[in-house]
């Protein structure tokens, strides 16, 4: 029998009774991260990372009061199985789930990258039986230009933005992606300005003692010279608004994964896009797996079915599952800032 089964409401661990990543409520959940594909409202109970405990509080709002939260490494006992937590590189608090019970090893990446990350612990291989492991861009053209040639670009663009007199609106969620733009911006160029969404956020990573630069909430910073060189980080939702339209002459980007793909840029409408993703890309997540000695690999959440043929023709024992976790979704960590209780569900 497995350790972990599939369920409507979620990956579920019989032995400890316990839900991972759940999406309904449900008695006791172990969150992977703080994405709001990931953390569900209405739980009696969250095992999170200590790291990630303060965005998670953010989130959760007046549900937080069942939260708990322990050290990455650490372990914690429930109904005789073995629970600890290890670091996913995703965002901050970001983390994979062990579950050990009579000898069987399972591991649940949640979101990851392998990537360098100044805002989060990095990404560590957990070795196990059985890996779960997500496929956001599980395609080989998904193949990641380097981290410093990426933000060499995005100031290059700034900058030239500044001289030529446009404000620089740059795309990314509020929550993960906005916190690492921010750390490899360059202050010399202009100032930089935030979305309310992205500076809760960022104080948040502040709070927990990630460097961040000095940030600016966009709606008090005075249209000046100075401003007329400033970048703005948003998130996605804001391209197109009346917020965005408010700071006159724009240049907008946006930064993900897709951008990788031609014709994303284009379907975005923005001026330029940046590759850049917080989730592993085709050699990361193969090279990830072998780095588990995994016997078994369930895929799930993206290109599920090619990841499973490659695993499967290269003698591994893999299988796609079905979840309803989101990925690079463009609105994925907006949330408001008031939430209303979830309805109950019957355990």
Not at 115 to 142: N, Q
Request: hydrophobic share 40%; with cysteine.
């Amino acid at each position: 029998m497995s350790l972990i089964t599939e369920t409507a409401r979620g990956l579920y661990c019989a032995a400890a009774d316990c839900y991972i990543d759940p999406w309904a409520p449900v008695p006791r959940a172990l969150i992977t991260h703080a994405h709001g594909d990931h953390l569900t409202w209405g739980c009696e109970r969250y095992l999170v990372a200590r790291d990630g405990e303060g965005v998670s509080r953010e989130r959760l709002g007046t549900w937080a009061a069942g939260l708990e939260s322990i050290a990455y490494g650490a372990t914690r006992d429930i109904n005789g199985v073995t629970v600890s937590l290890h670091p996913a590189g995703h965002i901050l608090g970001s983390a994979q789930i062990r579950l050990e019970h009579q000898g069987e090893v399972w591991v649940a990446s949640g979101d990851y990258k392998t990537d360098p990350d100044p805002t989060c612990a990095a990404w560590e291989p957990v070795r196990c039986h059985t890996f779960i492991t997500e496929s956001t861009f599980g395609l080989p053209i998904y193949r990641w230009p380097s981290q410093q040639r990426v933000f060499a670009d995005i100031n290059a663009w700034w900058a030239q933005n500044a001289g030529d007199g446009h404000v620089s609106l740059l795309y990314g969620y509020a929550l993960g992606k906005a916190q690492r733009m921010l750390a490899g911006l360059d202050p010399t160029i202009g100032p930089i300005l935030t979305h309310g969404a992205v500076e809760r956020m960022t104080q948040v990573y502040r709070d927990s003692g990630i460097a961040m630069p000095s940030t600016t909430y966009a709606l008090t910073a005075t249209k000046s010279a100075a401003t007329s060189r400033a970048i703005v980080v948003a998130p996605p939702s804001a391209d197109g608004s009346t917020w965005a339209r408010r700071f006159g002459s724009t240049r907008a980007a946006f930064a993900s994964g897709w951008m990788r793909v031609r014709g994303a840029r284009r379907r975005r409408g923005v001026d330029m896009g940046f590759t850049l993703s917080d989730h592993v890309d085709w050699p990361q997540l193969l090279s990830a797996v072998e780095a588990t000695g995994a016997e078994r690999v369930w895929v799930t959440h993206g290109f599920t079915g090619p990841v499973v043929k490659w695993l499967t023709d290269h003698g591994l024992d893999a299988q796609a599952i079905a979840t309803r976790y989101e990925g690079e979704h463009d609105d994925a960590a907006i949330e408001p800032l008031v939430v209303q209780p979830a309805p109950a569900v019957t355990p």
